[in-house]
RNA sequence: GGCGCUAUGGUGCAACGGUUAGCACAUCACCCUUUCAAGGUGGAAAUGCGGGUUCGAUUCCCGCUAGCGCUACCA
């Protein structure tokens, strides 16, 4: 394979805020995309608007990605320092009658009225203003030599340095294409003439390039081939296509992904609960579980496959694949993921993250790591039925790693409540405590038979005893939890708890 | 407002002219059961509407409707 045919995609945030979900996805597209053909995958930050960028977010969104197992083959590379080329860039444009300079100032078209901007364009057919509502097409793109020379003048008495817009077509169409969408074409006389250097604010002197020009000019000399990004790039593309055309490049192949909506289809927001990806690291979802969930959303293997593990979405990742409606981000489907990848992942893979979840608990211990490891795994299996989300490791199952645990209340006020329990819990605290074989068939059977000689059914020891040694109701099976606990810490707990079982029942 | 994109159960995806429209999540019922889960079985639930094209449309075309996107010197 010669490297030139090496697909070349790259995933490219602005630093305006956290790693979203969308903005996740579509990193994990790329970085699929470049696995399964084996080509380049590269991480570029977009920060030319200084003023909504943020430097100290680069490494929040950069701690993303690698969360979710995203590794990049060049970069992180900053647009804000290769300033020189995109002006070279549009120098290049203005030489050649792409571009044009503007004097105006930004505010005459900030907020996008239509409107006023039609009374520049006197001089044009009258009955066209009204029958097409025409985009953008200033007033000094067709400066004569005497109106440049004044305009110039005023711009040079003011220190103020003109932006560089594109001169887009009159007529005719632009067109692209596209992998999900295919081709697309577009009347010119419908893009504006849109900005690809900024006149620099009052104070600045850099002249800041605008996300077209800049992408455009990043991604040819990236030798970008195709440029996988949000379906919300899909009208903005043209612009794109008209720049390469004007830098004389042509463009690489485009594939717009489907937007990710909040559960009441609209645009994903802080409303509809959590959207950065730290957010559902901190709440305690594996990555891998995440990133398969994510996937899922826009993409389909062809088939009815949904566990799919890293291998398997490298080996079958495609474009043709990618979806052209907007789904839907259902925390549900997200949660059963996580329990299906906490249920079924090798027991060792997932030890890593129950240390880690401990540990940030504060009830790890290092003997697990070393001498104690084969129980520490076999814990981990005999619990790991019965939890949605990380945390539940270091919280109903803490009594597993921890003596410092409580009663759960409502477990309590559910089986506590027999009257002849303090009495028979201490009866089988002590038959447990002269048991010599502590396995599961002779922890079983000394409760069974104090229970039938008490006449007693056994469920209401047995109920009691769990929530005596883990404090909660919900556990696993509760013989093969008081082998994992061990025989000491049984009988202690099961001591420990009298006082508080005859308290509940009496009250 | 203009331009564009999209449209299969509540949700995510299959079916790329011919299927009793499939799978999964969620939901309901039952089974299993020492708790709770998991698991198993079964149920309810969809081709937005209207026209075409065709022997035959979920699938192709047109219109409508709805949703979303773009319409910045933000990305």
Redesign the pocket.
Known sequence: MSTASKPRVRF???P?GYLHVGGARTAIFNWLFARHEGGIFILRI?D??VE?NRPELVDGILDSLRWLGIDWDEGPIFQSQRLEMYRAAAEKLLANGFAYL?Y???E?????D?AEVEEVEEGEEVEEKKSL?K??RCGCRNLDAAGRAAAEKQAASQGFQ??VRFRVPEAGTTAFDDAV??R?E??NA?I?D??LL??PKPGQTAR?????L??VVDDMEMRITHVIRG??????TPKQALIYGGLGAAPPIFAHV??I?G?D???MSKRHGATSVGSYSEEGFLPEAFRNFLT?????P???A?FLRTAELLERFSLA?V??????F?R??L??FN??YL?KLPVEELAPYVAAELKRAKIWREEWAGAARAWFLRTIDLIR??TRLLPDFSAAARGFFSDDFSYDPAAMEKFWKDAKLPALMAKLAESYAALAEWNHDACDKVLRDLAASEGVK??LL??AT?VAILG?????????SMLAIGKERVVARLRQALPAISAKTTS
Request: proline residues 10%; glycine residues 8%; charged residues 20%.
């Open positions: 490219a945030p602005s305006t977009e030319t608007d909504r503007c105006c100032a930004p005459k078209y900030a907020g996008g239509h509502l985009k953008q003109p932006a969408f295919g697309r577009v009347q419908e504006e849109f900005v900024r006149s800041l390039p605008t996300y077209h800049a992408c379906a919300d790039h899909l009208s903005n489907p937007l909506l559960p289809k609209t645009r899922l959303l826009g993409w389909s062809g088939d009815d949904q694949g979806s052209r409606t907007n789904a839907i259902d549900p489907k949660e059963w329990t299906q249920q039925l019965r056994a469920g047995i109920n769990r909660q109701a919900v556990a696993p099976p509760l013989f093969d």
